[in-house]
T-cell receptor, first 112, second 115 residues
Framework: QQQVKQSPQSLIVQKGGISIINCAYE??????FPWYQQFPGKGPALLIA?????SEKKEGRFTISFNKSAKQFSLHIMDSQPGDSATYFC???????????FGGGTRLMVKP | GAVVSQHPSRVICKSGTSVKIECRSL??????MFWYRQFPKQSLMLMAT?????????EQGVEKDKFLINHASLTLSTLTVTSAHPEDSSFYIC???????????FGSGTRLTVV
């Protein structure tokens, strides 16, 4: 059973627009929620991560919003650029050293 | 930041042969490493978790005799695909837990093609 559900599977956004990707989890023991960016033929790279003690975290154009009661978190990419076109994965883990559980991924295309 | 070096980036091998993939943590000690497999346009699937000095823990459905994992030191973990078959062709990615940074760092991946 998939423990982290990610949507949408694909997303097309105009340059300068806001890209929003959502994830929902089931395991209440999760306490670490990272987002990864992956380009074709490369490994995932950490974008930004959040823990349940805060509801929002912002780093540059990337913002995570976290809703603990709803067991949902989302990634917002402000002022989306063509260079942001990639596949984005949300993930979750609980307790230091535990494996990451990945969402299904979102293929983002930012049109110039 | 933390860096995990994964080699080779691409490998083509013949059916029946074995292939070794290496992952090294360059500036931190990785007591735990994870090995993933990724099919085209799909998410990462965890294959196994390895802790330095102990046997790897394999996920359900992953053949431990086919995918041999060695984590003999705090900076090196290897995945050996034994008796490779075309269906083993995939993108393999390692990840290391950096406890000092409280995060996971991924290697750049290895594209394995078995012909």
């Amino acid at each position: 059973q998939q423990q982290v559900k990610q949507s949408p599977q694909s997303l097309i956004v105009q340059k300068g627009g806001i890209s929003i990707i959502n994830c929902a989890y089931e395991n209440t023991a999760f306490d670490y929620f990272p987002w990864y960016q992956q380009f074709p033929g490369k490994g995932p790279a950490l974008l930004i991560a959040i823990r349940p003690d805060v509801s929002e975290k912002k780093e540059g154009r990337f913002t995570i919003s976290f809703n603990k009661s709803a067991k949902q978190f989302s990634l917002h990419i402000m002022d989306s650029q063509p260079g942001d076109s990639a596949t984005y994965f949300c993930a979750a883990s609980g307790n230091a050293g535990n494996m990451l559980t990945f969402g299904g991924g979102t293929r983002l295309m930012v049109k110039p | 930041g933390a860096v995990v070096s994964q080699h080779p980036s691409r490998v083509i091998c013949k059916s029946g042969t074995s292939v070794k993939i290496e992952c090294r943590s360059l500036d931190f000690q990785a007591t735990t490493m994870f090995w993933y497999r990724q099919f085209p346009k799909q998410s990462l699937m965890l294959m196994a978790t390895s802790n330095e000095g102990s046997k790897a823990t394999y996920e359900q459905g992953v053949e431990k005799d086919k995918f041999l994992i060695n984590h003999a030191s705090l900076t090196l973990s290897t995945l050996t695909v034994t008796s490779a078959h075309p269906e083993d062709s995939s993108f393999y990615i390692c990840s290391a837990l950096d406890r000092t940074q409280d995060g996971y760092t991924f290697g750049s991946g290895t594209r394995l093609t078995v012909v």
